[in-house]
C-alpha cells in the first residue's frame, strides 16, 4: 500500500499543484485568491474541503481524507501567505516556470512548495484507492507570519481531533527539532520640536533613539543559554522613523525590532528588558523620555528526537530516501517560527520537516525532486499515524510506530 500511495504522487502532480500555488499573490491579507483557487483544486483532486473564512476574503481551507474509524488522525500544516517580492527578479515572479528540474516562483520556498508537497500526499491516497483508519488533514491556513492567526483559528474550530502533527515549512528535508520564538517590539522616544535656529530650545528624539538603539543587541536580553541553540536570542531592527522636517528637531521617534526568543524567554522579559536600557539611558540623560511596548509574540518550539511524531517521519523518510534524515536544531530554520508552536501548546506533538532550503531571494526556486520526495514522505507518514485497518504486521498499518504514538 505504502507503494500503490508513492506511486499515485508523481512529478506532473506535485509540480502541476505548486504551479498553480504560485501564480497567485499571497503576501499577508491577499491570501482570498489563491484560497478559494486551493479549495477548487482540492475538491477536484478528491478531498472532502472545508473553508474557514476567517476574516473578510481570507480562508483557511482544510481538506479531509477521512478514515474508516480506528486510527489517530494527522494534521498536515502549511500557510498560504508568502514573503513580499524582493528585488532582483529577472522574470515575473508570479509565472511560475519549470526548467531543469527547478520550479521558479515567489514563495515557492515559504511554503508553497511545501505545501504542495502535502496536498498531494493526500491526493496520492485518493488516487491509489488506499483507505486509512484515521484521518488525514491537510491545512493550508491564512496569516502565518509570526503570529499563527489562522492556525489558532484552526485549531479552536476544527470538530476533528488530531493526534499528531507535521508541519512542512522548508527545513531541506531535515528534521527541526527546536526554533525561536519571536517578540516584536516597539520603543518610542518623546523629544521637543524646535527650529534650527533655536536648536537649543529643543529635544531632538532622534538623537536620542540612536542612543537607546546602539544598547539594542543580543547581549541586552535576559536568557537562560540552551545548547541546543546557542544562536539565541538574536535581534533585528528593522525599522526607524520620527521627526517633523528637516530643519526642526524631532518631537517624536521611534524603532521597531524583532527578538527571536529561546525557551524561557517571552513577551514579559523581553519588555522588562528594554525597560532596564531605558532606565539606565535616562540615569545619564534626564532629558530622555521614552517607552517600550511588545506588539506581539510567538513561543519557541522544541521537541525531543525519540517523540514518536519524530521517529514516524524519520522512519518515513529513510523508507522513501534510502538514508535517514539529518535532525537538527541549528539555523537558518532554528530562527524561524512555525505553526509547530501553537499546534504543541493544543496538545497536538508536531514535527518540523519540509523540503525546499529557505531563501526570500531573486528568482527563488525549489528542486522539483525534493518536493516530490517530501510528498512521499508526508504520505508514508499518514500510513503510519492513520494505518489501514489492516492486520498488524501488513504493510501500511505503521504498527510499531502507531502504537507508540497512541501510548
Same mark, same amino acid.
Given at each position: 500500500?505504502?507503494?500503490?500511495?508513492?506511486?499515485?504522487?508523481?512529478?506532473?502532480?506535485?509540480?502541476?499543484?505548486?504551479?498553480?500555488?504560485?501564480?497567485?499573490?499571497? /503576501?499577508?491579507?491577499?491570501?482570498?485568491?489563491?484560497?478559494?483557487?486551493?479549495?477548487?483544486?482540492?475538491?477536484?483532486?478528491?478531498?472532502?474541503?472545508?473553508?474557514?473564512?476567517?476574516?473578510?476574503?481570507?480562508?483557511?481551507?482544510?481538506?479531509?481524507?477521512?478514515?474508516?474509524?480506528?486510527?489517530?488522525?494527522?494534521?498536515?500544516?502549511?500557510?498560504?501567505?508568502?514573503?513580499? #517580492?524582493?528585488?532582483?527578479? /529577472?522574470?515575473?515572479?508570479?509565472?511560475?516556470?519549470?526548467?531543469?528540474?527547478?520550479?521558479?516562483?515567489?514563495?515557492?520556498?515559504?511554503?508553497?512548495?511545501?505545501?504542495?508537497?502535502?496536498?498531494?500526499?493526500?491526493?496520492? %491516497?485518493?488516487?491509489?484507492?488506499?483507505?486509512?483508519?484515521?484521518?488525514?488533514?491537510?491545512?493550508?491556513? %491564512?496569516?502565518?507570519?509570526?503570529?499563527?492567526?489562522?492556525?489558532?483559528?484552526?485549531?479552536?474550530?476544527?470538530?476533528?481531533?488530531?493526534?499528531?502533527?507535521?508541519?512542512?515549512?522548508?527545513?531541506?528535508?531535515?528534521?527541526?527539532?527546536?526554533?525561536?520564538?519571536?517578540?516584536?517590539?516597539?520603543?518610542?522616544?518623546?523629544?521637543?520640536?524646535?527650529?534650527?535656529?533655536?536648536?537649543?530650545?529643543?529635544?531632538?528624539?532622534?538623537?536620542? #533613539?540612536?542612543?537607546?538603539?546602539?544598547?539594542?543587541?543580543?547581549?541586552?536580553?535576559? +536568557? *537562560?543559554?540552551?545548547?541546543?541553540?546557542?544562536?539565541?536570542?538574536?535581534?533585528? #531592527?528593522?525599522?526607524?522613523?520620527?521627526?517633523?522636517?528637516?530643519?526642526?528637531?524631532?518631537?517624536?521617534?521611534?524603532?521597531?525590532?524583532?527578538?527571536?526568543?529561546?525557551?524561557?524567554?517571552?513577551? /514579559?522579559? +523581553?519588555?522588562?528588558?528594554?525597560?532596564?536600557?531605558?532606565?539606565?539611558?535616562?540615569?545619564?540623560?534626564?532629558?530622555?523620555?521614552?517607552?517600550?511596548?511588545?506588539?506581539?509574540?510567538?513561543?519557541?518550539?522544541?521537541?525531543?528526537?525519540?517523540?514518536?511524531?519524530?521517529?514516524?517521519?524519520?522512519?518515513?523518510?529513510?523508507?522513501?530516501?534510502?538514508?535517514?534524515?539529518?535532525?537538527?536544531?541549528?539555523?537558518?530554520?532554528?530562527?524561524?517560527?512555525?505553526?509547530?508552536?501553537?499546534? %504543541?501548546?493544543?496538545?497536538?506533538?508536531?514535527?518540523?520537516?519540509?523540503?525546499?532550503?529557505?531563501?526570500?531571494?531573486?528568482? *527563488?526556486?525549489?528542486?522539483?525532486?525534493?518536493?516530490?520526495?517530501?510528498?512521499?514522505?508526508?504520505?508514508?507518514?499518514?500510513?503510519?499515524?492513520?494505518?489501514?485497518?489492516? *492486520?498488524?504486521?501488513?504493510?501500511?498499518?505503521?504498527?510499531?510506530?502507531?502504537?507508540?504514538?497512541?501510548?
Amino acid at each position: 500500500m505504502a507503494r500503490d500511495a508513492s506511486d499515485a504522487i508523481t512529478e506532473d502532480l506535485v509540480v502541476e499543484i505548486a504551479t498553480d500555488l504560485l501564480r497567485f499573490p499571497s /503576501t499577508l491579507g491577499e491570501e482570498g485568491p489563491v484560497g478559494e483557487a486551493l479549495a477548487g483544486r482540492m475538491r477536484a483532486l478528491g478531498y472532502e474541503v472545508h473553508v474557514q473564512e476567517v476574516v473578510a476574503r481570507r480562508y483557511n481551507v482544510i481538506g479531509i481524507v477521512r478514515g474508516h474509524g480506528g486510527g489517530q488522525n494527522l494534521m498536515l500544516n502549511g500557510h498560504l501567505d508568502v514573503p513580499a #517580492v524582493v528585488p532582483g527578479w /529577472t522574470r515575473d515572479p508570479y509565472a511560475p516556470l519549470v526548467q531543469d528540474g527547478w520550479v521558479y516562483g515567489n514563495g515557492v520556498t515559504d511554503m508553497k512548495g511545501g505545501l504542495a508537497a502535502m496536498v498531494a500526499a493526500g491526493a496520492g %491516497m485518493i488516487r491509489s484507492g488506499v483507505r486509512l483508519a484515521g484521518d488525514l488533514v491537510v491545512a493550508a491556513v %491564512m496569516h502565518h507570519d509570526t503570529t499563527g492567526v489562522g492556525t489558532k483559528f484552526l485549531l479552536q474550530s476544527l470538530d476533528v481531533r488530531c493526534h499528531l502533527g507535521i508541519v512542512g515549512e522548508p527545513t531541506d528535508l531535515a528534521l527541526q527539532l527546536l526554533h525561536s520564538g519571536a517578540c516584536h517590539f516597539e520603543v518610542t522616544v518623546t523629544g521637543r520640536a524646535a527650529h534650527v535656529s533655536r536648536r537649543e530650545d529643543g529635544v531632538d528624539a532622534i538623537r536620542k #533613539v540612536i542612543t537607546l538603539l546602539d544598547r539594542i543587541d543580543d547581549q541586552a536580553f535576559t +536568557v *537562560e543559554k540552551d545548547s541546543r541553540a546557542p544562536y539565541l536570542p538574536r535581534v533585528v #531592527v528593522g525599522q526607524i522613523g520620527g521627526g517633523m522636517g528637516a530643519g526642526r528637531t524631532a518631537p517624536s521617534a521611534w524603532v521597531r525590532g524583532d527578538v527571536r526568543l529561546a525557551p524561557g524567554m517571552s513577551g /514579559t522579559t +523581553v519588555l522588562r528588558d528594554l525597560q532596564g536600557i531605558i532606565d539606565e539611558c535616562r540615569a545619564r540623560d534626564p532629558e530622555l523620555q521614552a517607552a517600550a511596548r511588545v506588539l506581539f509574540t510567538q513561543t519557541p518550539y522544541a521537541i525531543d528526537e525519540t517523540a514518536p511524531i519524530v521517529q514516524i517521519v524519520r522512519d518515513a523518510h529513510t523508507r522513501v530516501i534510502g538514508r535517514p534524515p539529518r535532525l537538527t536544531t541549528d539555523l537558518p530554520a532554528g530562527a524561524f517560527v512555525t505553526d509547530a508552536s501553537d499546534m %504543541m501548546r493544543v496538545g497536538i506533538p508536531t514535527a518540523v520537516y519540509g523540503p525546499c532550503e529557505w531563501r526570500t531571494v531573486p528568482d *527563488e526556486r525549489a528542486r522539483v525532486a525534493d518536493l516530490l520526495l517530501a510528498a512521499r514522505v508526508y504520505a508514508q507518514s499518514a500510513l503510519s499515524v492513520c494505518g489501514t485497518g489492516l *492486520e498488524t504486521g501488513e504493510a501500511g498499518t505503521g504498527s510499531s510506530t502507531a502504537a507508540a504514538a497512541t501510548a
